[in-house]
């Protein structure tokens, strides 16, 4: 690491440089990326993909603009169209390299905001983290997911493009696109638009580029009011209960965040707060950024809880929900540390606990990624079992599957989805038959041969 140091003040964080930093983080980018698809290569589609598959046949232009589990989804929706048109069903890793690629994008987009604010050692340290958080594994081996990183991706570009007071017309045009496909892909978007108006908001310098977000912002209503309604099933908690769901929420990606236990979180959670005070007490001021971030990071299990804190607020710990808050947690960290002092020696101490970090998150990934596998077998079979028996007899071509597994998918739906888009799992013979599992026939058979 090399140091430009005034002789006049101590050498800080922000100061440090790491040369070719910008090349280390997309060389990283691409490592993780391959990674992470290798250890997904056996998986297939899963629960809500299913939802959108047997659909497609039966879209039309308004079925893109309905939305899914109360998210604005129609670019989730065009994309999983689109993929379907053309590689089809026999194979999961287009759709599964996609999600990972808006992810490796979101995590090289958070390591030139951090390095804007607080230098290339946090960047660093902070694309690394987010492009192996094996606390966020739901959305980085699950390509539906596609929703919720499109989401992020394309509301940090918003912020990446707003991020210089003299942005230029076209900037503020191209954030103003970015953060309304963040809308279009899932909710998510949202928080992007809370943590701009905020962070916007209270910097007089770039006050003006609010502009960039009243559009978005009327789409957003306009949807609203068309389509989201008819999605939103509000359930609103007690106080308390909302509360123990934001807090356990914000804990949990804390602890998440470094691969650590959740009861650890709320160490993490401290510690991250003691050092942005002290930063704010030492510049005298506090961090408009900072506070879009934590305002969005609040708003995401606030609004969470409406509909799903009646789930009980360990839900709030899940992973997909983690891996949306790990995003503004690294704004927030990073610009706590950016005024601390260097020392020669903190480089290998910071290396050495990135790599501790980084072995804790590859283990939860490898975990993650064989628990899931397991699943798929479970899946790949029943698909088998459903497929050998088509055009039987007394088949219950609108009963679900297996129930547990995959309760949107019938014979019918699959039969129509497989005639036009190919299978995603060969079909067996009656040899092949006999050697799929005895429990998984039987559950399968109870099902759709009811008799």
């Not at 048109?85 to 808006?102: E, F, I």
Request: aromatic fraction near 10%.
């Amino acid at each position: 690491m090399e140091a430009r140091q005034d002789l006049e003040r101590p050498l800080t964080v922000a100061a440090v440089r790491i040369p070719r930093a910008g090349l280390l983080a997309l060389g990283a980018g691409f490592a993780a990326f391959g990674v992470l698809l290798f250890l997904g290569r056996n998986l297939i589609f899963f629960y809500d993909e299913w939802t959108l598959i047997t659909q497609s046949p039966r879209w039309t232009l308004v079925s893109f603009f309905q939305p899914h589990n109360e998210h604005w989804s129609t670019l989730l929706k065009l994309t999983y169209e689109a993929l379907l048109l053309t590689v089809g069903l026999r194979s999961y890793l287009p759709y599964l390299a996609l999600a990972l690629a808006l992810h490796v994008a979101s995590a090289l987009l958070v390591f030139v905001l951090v390095r804007r604010r607080a230098g290339e050692v946090p960047a660093l340290v902070a694309c690394v983290l987010i492009l192996l958080i094996g606390a966020g594994s739901e959305d980085l081996f699950w390509a539906f997911q596609i929703g919720f990183n499109g989401s992020i991706a394309f509301g940090l570009a918003a912020m990446v493009l707003l991020d210089r007071p003299d942005a230029s017309w076209r900037a503020l045009v191209g954030a103003s696109a970015a953060l309304l496909g963040s809308l279009m892909f899932s909710g998510v978007g949202l928080l992007f638009l809370v943590a701009l108006t905020v962070e916007l908001g209270l910097d007089r310098v770039r006050r003006r580029n609010l502009l960039a977000l009243a559009l978005p912002l009327v789409a957003y209503l306009a949807w609203f009011v068309a389509f989201g309604r008819s999605g939103l099933t509000p359930r609103f908690p007690s106080p308390s209960a909302w509360l123990t769901y934001v807090a356990n929420g914000v804990v949990s990606a804390s602890a998440g965040l470094l691969a650590l236990a959740a009861p650890l979180g709320l160490v993490v959670l401290a510690a991250i707060i003691g050092l942005v005070a002290f930063s704010w007490w030492r510049r005298g001021r506090a961090d408009a950024r900072v506070l879009g971030a934590t305002a969005a990071l609040l708003a995401q299990f606030v609004l969470t809880g409406i509909v799903r804190s009646q789930l009980g607020p360990e839900q709030a710990a899940s992973s997909r929900y983690v891996y949306v808050a790990a995003f503004f947690l690294v704004l927030i960290a990073c610009d706590g540390v950016r005024d601390l002092s260097w020392r020669p020696a903190a480089g290998a101490g910071v290396a050495l606990a990135a790599a501790v970090v980084v072995t804790l998150d590859l283990v939860q990934l490898h975990g993650y990624a064989v628990e899931k596998t397991a699943f798929t077998e479970v899946e790949k079979a029943d698909l088998q079992v459903v497929t050998f028996y088509r055009g039987t007899p007394g088949l219950a071509l609108d009963a679900p599957v297996d129930v547990v597994v995959m309760p949107q998918v019938t014979p019918r739906g699959y039969f129509a989805a497989i005639d036009r888009y190919g299978a995603p799992v060969p079909s067996v013979n009656q040899l092949g038959f006999e050697r799929l599992p005895s429990a998984v026939v039987a559950n399968v058979r109870r099902s759709i041969l009811p008799g």
